[in-house]
């Protein structure tokens, strides 16, 4: 089997295990990239829109609609910083905390119960060794894995 081939179907597989959970999320009236963009900001604790817009890959102009929506509802909170006043710092509220929480524990149940009933133990097993090499690609930068 040739890389290319082997790259293809772990992609592929990758696509649908995450189409397969983005299927199990319960409408909390966000979109994919508002989602993404509250997730973001948790996984940073405190972040400014430009850093955000490097670590999602977009434009900051493109966030903006996305941060405004997420603010109205409570889940992210801006502020200025101290440091420097033309900058603003976004950061999860308590809300946003808990919406996040709630949705990752709604798909980790669904993937656990998913995994039980599908796998066999060894595969449950072999899966479970494979997560932190998968987290290790996913962290990885473009052309820069380790």
Same mark, same amino acid.
Request: glycine share 4%; no cysteine; charged share 25%.
């Given at each position: 089997?040739?890389?290319?081939? +082997?790259?293809t179907?772990?992609?592929?597989?990758?696509?649908?295990l995450?189409?397969?959970?983005?299927?199990?999320?319960s409408? +909390?009236?966000?979109?994919?990239?508002?989602?993404?963009?509250?997730g973001?900001?948790?996984?940073?604790?405190?972040?400014?829109?430009a850093?955000?817009?490097?670590?999602?890959?977009?434009?900051?102009?493109?966030?903006?609609d996305?941060? +405004?929506?997420?603010e109205?509802?409570?889940?992210?909170?801006?502020?200025?910083?101290?440091?420097?006043?033309r900058?603003?710092?976004?950061?999860?509220t308590?809300?946003?905390?808990?919406?996040?929480e709630?949705d990752r524990? #709604?798909?980790? #149940?669904?993937? +656990?119960?998913?995994?039980?009933?599908?796998?066999t #133990?060894?595969?449950?097993?072999?899966l479970m060794?494979?997560?932190?090499?998968l987290?290790?690609l996913?962290?990885?930068?473009?052309?820069?894995?380790?």
């Open positions: 089997m040739s890389p290319s081939v +082997n790259a179907e772990l992609r592929e597989s990758i696509m649908a995450t189409r397969q959970l983005r299927r199990h999320r409408d +909390n009236g966000l979109t994919l990239s508002q989602q993404q963009i509250l973001e900001v948790s996984r940073s604790s405190v972040t400014t829109p850093e955000l817009a490097t670590r999602m890959h977009v434009r900051v102009q493109s966030l903006t996305g941060i +405004n929506l997420l109205s509802r409570g889940l992210v909170a801006r502020r200025t910083d101290v440091d420097d006043r900058r603003q710092l976004i950061a999860v308590a809300d946003g905390v808990a919406l996040l709630a524990a #709604e798909r980790d #149940e669904w993937l +656990n119960a998913a995994m039980r009933e599908t796998l #133990e060894l595969e449950f097993n072999l060794l494979v997560a932190p090499v987290r290790k996913a962290d990885a930068d473009a052309g820069t894995a380790q």
